[in-house]
């Protein structure tokens, strides 16, 4: 049973570009939220997408966009990237949207920005 | 604003001792509140939660306590072990969601053979 993983590992990108990374859940889960954890801070949470659609936004700039997929992948596209945008991106799943299922983390993706 | 604060950066305890990791927040409408271990290079891993209409939930060797009125909850590790080594964060929701999380900044437990 393959829990949530994230695409690339690590990405090395320059100020200004663009990036998009990815994320598949966990099987059998249909809920995704993207989180930014920067160096010596606790994950932040960016957004969630569930039926195909963001269901609620943390405090991050237009910038910061995503979207899922029907099999409920899901892509976080950062544009006009910033030396502050480099941080470790997580991706986390679940099947629920209470308490009774706890989001399962992928490892993240380590974006550098230069 | 940190609305969720770990104040311990880390700590070090000796295997099969107890380990006790604290937690203070500052919304009052928090009302779900979680802990979470990381080790390097993986994601953050679920370990126990609470409901604000409890004040203890236990899990095996993990317990949380929850006190409202001071607004402080703590994970208790007993009896500590070197795997138990990780980083943990405090993390609490409003309405009982899972998915909107307020992390605190977290802990890095050691524990010594």
């Known amino acids: 049973d393959a829990g949530v993983t994230q695409s690339p590992t690590h990405l090395i990108k320059t100020r200004g570009q663009q990036v998009t990374l990815r994320c598949s859940p966990k099987s059998g889960h249909d809920t995704v939220s993207w989180y930014q954890q920067a160096l010596g801070q606790g994950p932040q949470f960016i957004f969630q997408?569930?039926?195909?659609?963001?269901?609620q936004r943390g405090n991050f700039p237009d910038r910061f966009s995503g979207h899922q997929f029907p099999n409920y992948s899901s892509e976080l596209n950062v544009n006009a990237l910033l030396l502050g945008d480099s941080a470790l991106y997580l991706c986390?799943?679940?099947?629920?949207?209470?308490?009774?299922?706890?989001?399962?983390f992928g490892n993240g993706t380590r974006l550098t920005v230069t | 604003d940190q609305q969720v604060k770990q104040n311990s950066p880390s700590l070090s305890v000796q295997e099969g001792r107890i380990s006790i990791l604290n937690c203070d927040y500052t919304?009052?409408?928090?009302?779900?509140f979680l802990w979470y271990k990381k080790y390097p290079a993986e994601g953050p891993t679920f370990l126990i939660s609470i409901s604000s209409i409890k004040d203890k939930n236990e899990d095996g060797r993990f317990t949380v306590f929850l006190n409202k009125s001071a607004k402080h909850l703590s994970l208790h590790i007993v009896p500590s072990q070197p795997g138990d080594s990780a980083v943990y964060f405090c993390a609490a929701s409003v309405g009982g969601s899972n998915y909107k999380l307020t992390f605190g900044k977290g802990t890095l437990l050691t524990v010594n053979p």
């Open positions: 997408y569930y039926e195909e659609e963001e269901r």
């Open positions: 919304n009052s409408m928090f009302d779900y």
């Open positions: 986390a799943s679940s099947d629920d949207l209470g308490y009774n299922s706890p989001l399962h």
